[in-house]
């Protein structure tokens, strides 16, 4: 299927940008990870690299060309594949542009010239940006975010930034990104606070010279505006507490030089979690940045350990072991919800609330896939686990079974030629589904060693948003949880998903006899719009034929 490359926006103010050179051209193979092309925004030149693999079936803009954010800039997909209506849905009218943009010209000269008059007593309108100060607003770092949660500030209000600087870690929908400083100058303002959300373009930051006034600046676009009353009762709140927490936290903060500590958000969890001080840690992170690896092979010595550290550590432990809760007292305890969360709510509703779900379970004589298992494993360096060996005959039975492949789109049903396996991945806040694209045509140790690398990165928040996009059809894997069966929400624009239990031993008839076996239960997720009932069942008895004869998966 063809995917539609758009003008990406690089920088924070960019609006639109120039196509300064193709390294590819019209009919070339391009990979997952090429430079497509040098891009010039308002602020320098940079490289844009694919997400997709495929062959490059048209260029949007061509070079020398401006176009602004989100106009169609390239089409990526299968050799020969018709694209005609990709191409005319992402033009636009220019006659119909440029009579837009004479009238909102118009329309922001009339502004200008009623402000003029407004302004004539020789104040500044509250809100005018003074000279030198650069406004930095949460940036939209993937294709499908809508917000953005700060998990850390690397910069405070006062310091001085460079141009290339990290100020903050930002939470999407899909990973949290390190946001980097396109100025120089010094941090005069943070408009949304550790741990707040805010709409993209919303007021992240200023920056500017030292000294200068921000105060008339509106930061409506942050996390939390506070009424003109109370404001400075909450300034007086918030700097004692900023107060209290500096000092509670200096030791997860700054070095024992009084310098800056540089850590990722999961190191800083962990270290606060298993009481390490930030401080005695190396980092091996670029510019020393302290990274989970560094917490995970910390061993504390006794020199770094305070003298009354253990007095402290025995009357924490004696007052925990005695807490004091009153019979019949009822609380709740209010959990921020991450990006992340939302999201996963968002789209789960939106699937179960659209898609006529039904669900399909079928049992499986594991012997055989037990046997196999045992005697691939006995090789060198080769590790197969059982999700390997579903998903693998879940990509086959897809090829013989395209319906199930499928999407709906409303007017069409879309049956993906190509298989694209979701592979539903646990993690600290949520579920992730990460995708291993063209399934079908990997071995069992390709599909383990992918799997282990790809959900290893999304559990480290590593993993980039085009490795959990374009899956076909997903598997949910709970049987090492021990749930022997359970139904799990399609995952849009997927037609299916596939629920796997654990393997259980179980008394089972073979041959007329009542013997010992091991089954596990398969429950397969259909939407009925695309995928009828005996369409389902079909693929689970092709699935259950490769599972329980594993040798079939090898031809």
């Given at each position: 299927?063809?995917?539609?490359?758009?003008?990406?926006?690089?920088?924070?103010?960019?609006?639109?940008?120039?196509?300064?050179?193709?390294?590819?051209?019209?009919?070339?193979?391009?990979?997952?990870?090429?430079?497509?092309?040098?891009?010039?925004?308002?602020?320098?030149?940079?490289?844009?690299?694919?997400?997709?693999?495929?062959?490059?079936?048209?260029?949007?803009?061509?070079?020398?060309?401006?176009?602004?954010?989100?106009?169609?800039?390239?089409?990526?997909?299968?050799?020969?594949?018709?694209?005609?209506?990709?191409?005319?849905?992402?033009?636009?009218?220019?006659?119909?542009?440029?009579?837009?943009?004479?009238?909102?010209?118009?329309?922001?000269?009339?502004?200008?010239?009623?402000?003029?008059?407004?302004?004539?007593?020789?104040?500044?309108?509250?809100?005018?940006?003074?000279?030198?100060?650069?406004?930095?607003?949460?940036?939209?770092?993937?294709?499908?975010?809508?917000?953005?949660?700060?998990?850390?500030?690397?910069?405070?209000?006062?310091?001085?930034?460079?141009?290339?600087?990290?100020?903050?870690?930002?939470?999407?929908?899909?990973?949290?990104?390190?946001?980097?400083?396109?100025?120089?100058?010094?941090?005069?303002?943070?408009?949304?606070?550790?741990?707040?959300?805010?709409?993209?373009?919303?007021?992240?930051?200023?920056?500017?010279?030292?000294?200068?006034?921000?105060?008339?600046?509106?930061?409506?676009?942050?996390?939390?505006?506070?009424?003109?009353?109370?404001?400075?009762?909450?300034?007086?709140?918030?700097?004692?507490?900023?107060?209290?927490?500096?000092?509670?936290?200096?030791?997860?903060?700054?070095?024992?030089?009084?310098?800056?500590?540089?850590?990722?958000?999961?190191?800083?969890?962990?270290?606060?979690?298993?009481?390490?001080?930030?401080?005695?840690?190396?980092?091996?992170?670029?510019?020393?940045?302290?990274?989970?690896?560094?917490?995970?092979?910390?061993?504390?010595?006794?020199?770094?350990?305070?003298?009354?550290?253990?007095?402290?550590?025995?009357?924490?432990?004696?007052?925990?072991?005695?807490?004091?809760?009153?019979?019949?007292?009822?609380?709740?305890?209010?959990?921020?919800?991450?990006?992340?969360?939302?999201?996963?709510?968002?789209?789960?509703?939106?699937?179960?609330?659209?898609?006529?779900?039904?669900?399909?379970?079928?049992?499986?004589?594991?012997?055989?896939?037990?046997?196999?298992?045992?005697?691939?494993?006995?090789?060198?360096?080769?590790?197969?686990?059982?999700?390997?060996?579903?998903?693998?005959?879940s990509a086959m039975a897809l090829r013989k079974h395209p319906q199930v492949n499928s999407q709906w789109t409303g007017d069409t049903t879309k049956?993906?030629?190509?298989?694209?396996?979701?592979?539903?991945?646990?993690?600290?806040?949520?579920?992730?589904?990460?995708?291993?694209?063209?399934?079908?045509?990997?071995?069992?140790?390709?599909?383990?060693?992918?799997?282990?690398?790809?959900?290893?990165?999304?559990?480290?928040?590593?993993?980039?948003?085009?490795?959990?996009?374009?899956?076909?059809?997903?598997?949910?894997?709970?049987?090492?949880?021990?749930?022997?069966?359970?139904?799990s929400i399609i995952n849009q624009p997927n037609s299916a998903i596939l629920s796997v239990g654990t393997i259980v031993e179980k008394p089972v008839?073979?041959?007329?006899?009542?013997?010992?076996?091991?089954?596990?239960?398969?429950?397969?997720?259909?939407?009925?719009?695309?995928?009828?009932?005996?369409?389902?069942?079909?693929?689970?008895?092709?699935?259950?034929?490769?599972?329980?004869?594993?040798?079939?998966?090898?031809?």
């Amino acid at each position: 299927m063809a995917e539609v490359i758009k003008m990406p926006r690089l920088s924070d103010t960019m609006e639109e940008g120039t196509v300064a050179k193709w390294l590819k051209q019209k009919g070339d193979k391009v990979e997952e990870g090429d430079i497509l092309a040098e891009i010039e925004t308002d602020k320098a030149t940079m490289e844009f690299e694919s997400f997709y693999e495929g062959t490059l079936l048209h260029i949007g803009v061509e070079e020398g060309d401006a176009a602004p954010v989100d106009e169609l800039l390239a089409i990526i997909g299968e050799e020969g594949e018709d694209i005609s209506e990709l191409i005319s849905g992402g033009g636009s009218d220019d006659s119909a542009d440029k009579g837009s943009k004479e009238e909102d010209e118009s329309e922001e000269n009339d502004s200008e010239e009623g402000s003029d008059s407004d302004d004539d007593n020789g104040e500044d309108q509250e809100g005018d940006i003074p000279e030198g100060v650069e406004i930095i607003k949460m940036p939209r770092l993937s294709d499908t975010m809508e917000e953005g949660t700060v998990a850390a500030w690397l910069k405070q209000e006062g310091d001085k930034v460079e141009e290339g600087d990290i100020l903050a870690e930002i939470e999407t929908d899909k990973a949290t990104m390190e946001f980097e400083s396109f100025y120089e100058g010094t941090l005069l303002k943070i408009g949304i606070q550790e741990g707040e959300s805010a709409k993209v373009d919303s007021l992240l930051a200023i920056i500017g010279p030292e000294g200068t006034d921000v105060s008339k600046i509106d930061t409506a676009g942050g996390g939390k505006k506070e009424s003109k009353k109370s404001k400075s009762e909450s300034d007086d709140s918030k700097g004692e507490k900023k107060s209290e927490e500096s000092k509670d936290s200096k030791s997860q903060t700054e070095s024992k030089d009084g310098g800056r500590i540089f850590a990722s958000p999961l190191a800083k969890k962990m270290a606060e979690d298993k009481g390490i001080d930030l401080s005695n840690v190396k980092g091996s992170g670029e510019n020393g940045r302290i990274v989970k690896k560094d917490i995970e092979n910390f061993k504390e010595s006794k020199a770094d350990k305070p003298a009354e550290a253990k007095a402290d550590s025995a009357e924490e432990t004696t007052a925990a072991a005695q807490p004091y809760v009153p019979a019949g007292e009822e609380s709740f305890e209010d959990r921020k919800n991450s990006q992340m969360r939302k999201v996963i709510a968002k789209r789960l509703g939106e699937s179960k609330f659209t898609a006529p779900h039904y669900y399909l379970t079928i049992e499986v004589n594991m012997e055989n896939a037990m046997a196999s298992r045992k005697h691939i494993n006995e090789m060198p360096d080769v590790k197969v686990s059982f999700n390997d060996m579903v998903i693998k005959a879940s990509a086959m039975a897809l090829r013989k079974h395209p319906q199930v492949n499928s999407q709906w789109t409303g007017d069409t049903t879309k049956i993906a030629k190509h298989i694209h396996m979701g592979v539903a991945v646990a993690v600290e806040e949520g579920l992730v589904v990460p995708v291993l694209k063209f399934a079908d045509q990997m071995s069992l140790t390709q599909i383990g060693g992918n799997v282990k690398n790809l959900a290893g990165k999304a559990r480290n928040k590593k993993i980039q948003p085009a490795e959990m996009e374009g899956s076909t059809f997903t598997v949910s894997n709970l049987g090492m949880f021990g749930i022997v069966e359970f139904t799990s929400i399609i995952n849009q624009p997927n037609s299916a998903i596939l629920s796997v239990g654990t393997i259980v031993e179980k008394p089972v008839v073979k041959n007329g006899e009542i013997v010992v076996g091991n089954t596990m239960k398969l429950t397969l997720a259909c939407d009925h719009r695309t995928v009828d009932g005996a369409t389902g069942a079909a693929f689970l008895q092709t699935l259950k034929t490769y599972l329980e004869n594993p040798v079939t998966m090898l031809a």
